[in-house]
Every structure is written in structure tokens, then in C-alpha cells.
T-cell receptor, first 110, second 109 residues
Framework: NAGVTQTPKFRVLKTGQSMTLLCAQD?????MYWYRQDPGMGLRLIHY???????AKGEVPDGYNVSRLKKQNFLLGLESAAPSQTSVYFC?????????FGPGTRLLVL | QQPVQSPQAVILREGEDAVINCSSS?????VHWYRQKHGEAPVFLMI?????EQKGHEKISASFNEKKQQSSLYLTASQLSYSGTYFC??????????FGEGTQLTVNP
């Protein structure tokens, strides 16, 4: 099992560009999450999903959109990137309480 | 609401003990502990549920004081491999898991 994988690992964007981060899990988990991690601020929840076809806002959803068309995939989109969105993005999935994290995507917005 | 962790950072020599605290202003259903090594993903350590007992994982254990809305993580006889940032995550009524800012633990030889 690969667990939770994220694509890409690293990306540089210019302000105003758009991109999609892909998260995939092969553990048949119902729940999936997108977090951002900034220095000194821990992990902050952006959006999450409790099952295929569902999404919900987390703590810091502004500027992001998500989709969960397939149970194993959770996509995070940035429609118009801003420097404030420079961060490390982690995806996670869970069946019950324990969350399993992917390796992260480093995003730099210039 | 984000839980508060203390201390923010701690430096130990191999073999020493450490305690990391996590507190919330809201009644907690559960407390989760994760460890993240530099440049890696957070890894689950343990979960403490309301009404549950103290948990242990190798020489790392934790307690949950429901009355005080606090949890403490105990690292005994620390090893070099314990270095990393420790996060607590708390669940309250109607909220998803919310993580603290983390405690950076450095274990030196």
C-alpha cells in the first residue's frame, strides 16, 4: 500500500496563476483533509470531505476550492494564487480518528 | 479554537525526560498526539478519549485531564530519534480536529 500520496512535491507559481494539488489514498478511507502548515502556526484545516461527493469548509478555506469526485482522490485548487498562499500543504485521510498524512507539497507563490 | 501547547521548544540530552502540555478553553472529546520530523509528514502517536485511560507507546505516554481540558505527553529516557515537533490535536463539540502550534523537541547526544 502506498498510503497517502501527493502530487506535485514542489511547485513555484506566479501571483494570479492557478493550480491543482492532487491527493490520493489507497486505504479506502471515507474521510480526507487538506491542511496548510506555516512556520509557528501548526497545521490549519482548509477543507475536508466525509465521503465521495462531499466537501466542507475548514478553518482557513478562503482562496481554495476542493472536489472529491472519487473516494480515493481529493483535489485542492487555487484559482488565483497569492503570495499569502505560500506554504506546505498536507493531505490526510482517516477511517476513524487516526489521520494518515501524505508527504506534503511545498508551494511558493511569487 | 486552537489548543495551546507548552513549552514551545525544549532541548534535552539523551536519556533525559520531558513533558509537553496541551490545553484548551473548551470541553474536549479527545486529544491526539502527532510527531513530525523535519521535512516529513506528521505521524500519529496516540489518541486519548474522554473517559479513557492513560495511553502508552514505547517510552512515550500521555494523560488526559478532562476537568482541566488538558493533556500531557511524557517522554521518558529520551532517545535521539525522539527529536521533532510534537503536535497535539483536540476535538470538541461540533469541531474537527484542531492542532496546536507544536513543541519543538531536540535531543542531543
Amino acid at each position: 500500500n502506498a498510503g497517502v500520496t501527493q502530487t506535485p512535491k514542489f511547485r513555484v507559481l506566479k501571483t494570479g496563476q492557478s493550480m491543482t494539488l492532487l491527493c490520493a489514498q489507497d486505504m479506502n478511507h471515507e474521510y480526507m483533509y487538506w491542511y496548510r502548515q506555516d512556520p509557528g502556526m501548526g497545521l490549519r484545516l482548509i477543507h475536508y470531505s466525509v465521503g465521495e461527493g462531499t466537501t466542507a469548509k475548514g478553518e482557513v478555506p478562503d482562496g481554495y476550492n476542493v472536489s472529491r469526485l472519487k473516494k480515493q482522490n481529493f483535489l485542492l485548487g487555487l484559482e488565483s494564487a497569492a503570495p499569502s498562499q505560500t506554504s506546505v500543504y498536507f493531505c490526510a485521510s482517516s477511517k476513524t480518528e487516526t489521520q494518515y498524512f501524505g508527504p506534503g507539497t511545498r508551494l511558493l507563490v511569487l | 479554537q486552537q489548543p495551546v501547547q507548552s513549552p514551545q521548544a525544549v532541548i534535552l540530552r539523551e536519556g533525559e525526560d520531558a513533558v509537553i502540555n496541551c490545553s484548551s478553553s473548551k470541553a474536549l472529546y479527545s486529544v491526539h498526539w502527532y510527531r513530525q520530523k523535519h521535512g516529513e509528514a506528521p505521524v500519529f502517536l496516540m489518541i486519548l478519549l474522554k473517559g479513557g485511560e492513560q495511553k502508552g507507546h514505547e517510552k512515550i505516554s500521555a494523560s488526559f485531564n478532562e476537568k482541566k481540558q488538558q493533556s500531557s505527553l511524557y517522554l521518558t529516557a529520551s532517545q535521539l530519534s525522539y527529536s521533532g515537533t510534537y503536535f497535539c490535536g483536540t476535538e470538541t463539540s461540533g469541531s474537527r480536529l484542531t492542532f496546536g502550534e507544536g513543541t519543538q523537541l531536540t535531543v542531543n547526544p
